[in-house]
Structures are given as C-alpha cells and as structure tokens.
C-alpha cells in the first residue's frame, strides 16, 4: 500500500532532551515536506526537501532540524525541545519534484505524530 | 501578504442537510486551490483541487467546489451530509504560480447533528 508514515505517532517529553520524528514513504516521491499544526493557525510547513541531499527553510523552521540522505526517509529532528514546539506534526510526500513543477499539486500526508514537550 | 481565510470556525449542521464552507484567498492571479479534510485522528485527505478549466469542481465522498474569480473564493459544498463528514475542512493555496509555496487557510471544524 502507498503510503507516508510517521513514528512515533505520540510522543511525550521534557523541555532539551533531544529527539527525533521519523518519516518514511514508499512511493519513490522526490519531494518530501514537514508541517506543524496548532489550534487555529492551520498548518505551516516546517523544511521541506525537492530530493536527497536538499533540504530548505520553510515558514517556520527555528528549533528544528532535517536530514535527507536516502529518498524515502526524512527525520526531523529537534535538538532541544521546548514547550512551544508542543503540537501535531506532519510529514508530506509528492512525486512532483522537478524544476518548474509544483510539489504541491499532488502531496500525500502522513498520519500525524502528536509531540508533547512539559 | 497572501493569505486564505476560512472564516467560519465550527459549523454545526444537521444530517442529512446541505453544507457550504466558505474560502477566500488574495491574491491577483488565479492560485491553484485545494480542499482538505482531517478525520479526528488522522492525517490529511484530498478532497478535490483545481487548476484550471470548468469552474465547478467535483471530489471525492460527494464534494464538489466552486471557484468564482469574481469574489476569490472556493467554496466547498455537498448536498447532504451524512454522520462521517464530522471533520476538519482546510481550504489551501498554492500562490506564485507552479513554484509557490502551499498555504493553508486555519481550518473549520464540522460537527453533524443526528
């Protein structure tokens, strides 16, 4: 089944201690994108990725970290944890990729990972 | 700045009647328009998107949406509703033509009356 997923997908833990939030497609998509969700400010995307190698800011990217050293899978990461980064995180994919074409024209979501940082 | 606003934040609407969210975008060129919706405790589902061409769009589970130029909005819409639709609607835009960015609207939540 194609699909995009997520793990942990809940996740309890304290203000520095470092983790990370996996993300796993096996669709062989080039684009790979992560999102935060918070209680009326909808969903805004963290770092995305156009393939292996390249990662980029997104519209809010402080505090968080990424990796994409293999096509399907796309941690991030979060170094030192803090309250405000409590919140339902989101992994993307889509097979759109190419200079010229929007990867969002076709982008399949993840289940989700509910992070808690006390 | 380019935004989109759903400006209803819970809707309540009984089973079986019509509903209609609302989208409205700025933006002076035509943006690429997607629907979204998420089940308590899932991800994000597709329900429909347009592009271009006819203005009346159909989706998945019996949606459809119109886009009207005229007023920037894409409204999404079903005849009837049943228990299932219990969700959140997120309307999003892609600006800036086919390297923008994804922009999602802050989302309205749908309860259904028995």
Redesign the interface.
């Given at each position: 089944e194609a699909q995009v997923t997520q793990n942990p997908r809940y996740l309890i833990t304290v203000t520095g201690k470092k983790l990370t939030v996996t993300c796993s497609q096996n669709m062989n998509h080039e684009y790979m994108s992560w999102y935060r969700q918070d209680p009326g400010l909808g969903l805004r995307q963290i770092y995305y990725s156009m393939n292996v190698e390249v990662t980029d800011k997104g519209d809010v990217p402080e505090g968080y970290k990424v990796s994409r050293k293999e096509k399907r899978n796309f941690p991030l990461i979060l170094e030192s944890p803090s309250p405000n980064q409590t919140s339902l995180y989101f992994c993307a994919s889509s097979p759109v990729g190419r200079l010229g074409i929007s990867p969002h024209l076709q982008q399949y979501f993840g289940p989700g990972t509910r992070l808690t940082v006390t | 700045a380019q935004s989109?606003t759903q400006p209803d934040?819970h809707i309540t609407v009984s089973e079986g009647a019509s509903l209609e969210l609302r989208c409205n975008y700025s933006y002076g060129a035509t943006p690429?328009l997607?629907w979204?919706v998420q089940s308590p405790g899932?991800?994000?589902?597709?329900l429909l998107?347009y592009?271009s061409g006819d203005t009346l769009v159909q989706g998945i589970k019996g949606f459809e949406a119109e886009f009207k130029r005229s007023q920037s909005s894409f409204n999404l819409r079903k005849p009837s509703v049943h228990w299932s639709d219990a969700a959140e609607y997120?309307c999003?835009v892609?600006y800036g033509?086919?390297?923008?960015?994804?922009i999602?609207?802050?989302?309205t939540k749908l309860s259904v009356k028995p």
């Amino acid at each position: 089944e194609a699909q995009v997923t997520q793990n942990p997908r809940y996740l309890i833990t304290v203000t520095g201690k470092k983790l990370t939030v996996t993300c796993s497609q096996n669709m062989n998509h080039e684009y790979m994108s992560w999102y935060r969700q918070d209680p009326g400010l909808g969903l805004r995307q963290i770092y995305y990725s156009m393939n292996v190698e390249v990662t980029d800011k997104g519209d809010v990217p402080e505090g968080y970290k990424v990796s994409r050293k293999e096509k399907r899978n796309f941690p991030l990461i979060l170094e030192s944890p803090s309250p405000n980064q409590t919140s339902l995180y989101f992994c993307a994919s889509s097979p759109v990729g190419r200079l010229g074409i929007s990867p969002h024209l076709q982008q399949y979501f993840g289940p989700g990972t509910r992070l808690t940082v006390t | 700045a380019q935004s989109v606003t759903q400006p209803d934040i819970h809707i309540t609407v009984s089973e079986g009647a019509s509903l209609e969210l609302r989208c409205n975008y700025s933006y002076g060129a035509t943006p690429y328009l997607f629907w979204y919706v998420q089940s308590p405790g899932q991800g994000l589902q597709l329900l429909l998107k347009y592009f271009s061409g006819d203005t009346l769009v159909q989706g998945i589970k019996g949606f459809e949406a119109e886009f009207k130029r005229s007023q920037s909005s894409f409204n999404l819409r079903k005849p009837s509703v049943h228990w299932s639709d219990a969700a959140e609607y997120f309307c999003a835009v892609v600006y800036g033509g086919s390297q923008g960015n994804l922009i999602f609207g802050k989302g309205t939540k749908l309860s259904v009356k028995p």
